[in-house]
């Protein structure tokens, strides 16, 4: 089912109340688990592209919570020997989308 004010079809925001609820100690763990993704990204490392151009990871947004109460960080993968005419950086956003089989939201009472 997807949200027409959020085309990706993600919650809008994920109470920290509710992952805690379905599975103690989750919500501390995302922020963990992308704090050390982040720092662990070869930064300034020269990564080669199988068309022979090179790129280098650089920093763009230190992990926070969005505005949809998300973990997510950004770097840019930046092309230093970038010609005229050909892209100079790309940006990209992770985040934390989910968790699996165990966030199952509470099934209502029908009886």
């Known amino acids: 089912m997807s949200d027409s004010s959020n085309p990706e079809g993600?919650?809008?925001?994920?109470?920290?109340?509710?992952v805690e609820g379905f599975m103690p100690g989750a919500w501390s763990e995302v922020s963990e688990v992308i704090r050390e993704i982040f720092a662990r990204l070869p930064y300034g490392e020269r990564i080669h592209l199988s068309n022979g151009?090179?790129?280098?990871?650089?920093?763009?947004?230190?992990?926070r919570l969005n505005d949809?109460?998300?973990?997510?960080?950004?770097?840019?993968?930046?092309?230093?020997?970038?010609?005229?005419?050909?892209?100079?950086?790309?940006?990209?956003?992770t985040r934390?989308?989910?968790?699996?089989?165990?966030?199952?939201?509470?099934?209502?009472?029908?009886?």
Do not use: N
């Not at 993600?10 to 509710?18: C, D, G, S, T, V």
């Not at 151009?53 to 992990?63: G, H, L, S």
């Not at 934390?96 to 009886?111: F, I, N, S």
């Open 10 to 18: 993600f919650p809008q925001a994920i109470a920290p109340e509710f």
């Open 53 to 63: 151009r090179a790129f280098e990871i650089k920093k763009f947004v230190e992990p």
């Open 96 to 111: 934390h989308t989910g968790g699996g089989g165990g966030l199952a939201a509470p099934v209502a009472d029908t009886d």
């Open 68 to 93: 949809s109460g998300r973990w997510e960080f950004g770097f840019d993968a930046i092309f230093p020997d970038a010609q005229p005419g050909q892209i100079d950086h790309l940006e990209f956003f």
